[in-house]
């Protein structure tokens, strides 16, 4: 089954993000992928985490028994290594990526060349300008038959000596086991290079990342994968010259409104107040979502998902506690802006407060 639509699952509707997702689902079909079901943000499918990157979509369709053709989709992720760096801006803890998935190493070179065309210009820069950290180790994996994503690779397509940043670690390189839950491990190896953005302030912030792998699984052997994959709401930030998303209009908004109803106008004005709280409401953005989705083998505990969910809701505590809110009228105005239920995450936040 094709989905032609795609539902950004999100509290807050920007305008903007809708509107990219529906320019990635256009140039999907324009490259020949299949539109398929994004995996759900809190799943049965792995052990410990919450659902990462394009894994899951990739293991699920290798193991379908079904023809291995390009595919694409909306992926709804958490990720918990952004939680300490939610107050800046860039780093939202709850959010979306578009895949492009390949199983062939057809072209492979030339359809990341055509990718990074067009993601440059969404964000109104030449490919030549962005900033890409690739591996230094020079062979690709073995299925791709000698195509490979090393530093010397994208010089070869024009990008300057000085915006390829070497590196010899996991940045470009992936080697990693991941546990699903019940079908043993899953092994990913194979080069990957992060694109980043750069800012008029120096900063070089990451906006996507495409990578060619060997996949090994349930004892067969490797199979081809390829994915491009970019950060939807960081996408549209760019897009209209915005550094930091929170400054996107539908998210803006509700942060002033909460903020100015829920801390004094002195204390906002400043800064940390508009930082507190916005890092408050992407948290219980993230938890609403996931709580949404819990599933019954994922208890909320102290181990696996259900510890790091545990997680949010301390970091959520103790945000508000730091500027003096206290979280019953916290979410009075949460649930009273999104309009929705929020009885589950107080009765949580309590459970974990006592």
Known sequence: MEYLFVVIESLINEPSITLLERECVNTSKLLGHTMVEPTPLVSGFWKTTFTPSSSETIFRNIWSGNPLVPISSCLPCIRMTDLPLIGDGWHFLHFHMHTFVRFDSIDILDHFRYLLDWLAGLVNIRKESLYYIASTIQDGPESFLGANLSCRELEHWGIP???????????????????????????????????????????????????????????TSPIPVSAFVLGLERVAA???????????????????????????????????????????????IALFNAGVHFEKNHPIGNRGVGGQYKKMLRELLRILGLSGVSPINFFRLFQKHLEIDTSDIVKRLSEVNN
Request: proline share 5%.
């Open 161 to 219: 000596a000085d915006h390829i940043l070497p590196c010899s670690g996991l940045a470009a390189y992936q080697n990693a086991t991941l546990q699903t839950a019940n079908n043993g491990p899953v092994r990913m190896i194979g080069q990957k290079v992060e694109v980043l953005y750069p800012c008029s302030n120096g900063q070089k912030l990451e906006i996507a990342t495409f990578e060619i792998a060997d996949t090994y699984s349930k004892n």
């Open 238 to 284: 760019l897009s209209v010259g915005e550094y930091d998303i929170r400054q996107l209009p539908s998210y803006k908004s509700i942060i002033i409104d909460m903020a100015t109803g829920l801390v004094d106008n002195r204390f906002f004005s400043i800064g940390p107040g508009f930082e507190m709280i916005s890092s408050a409401i992407l948290i219980s």
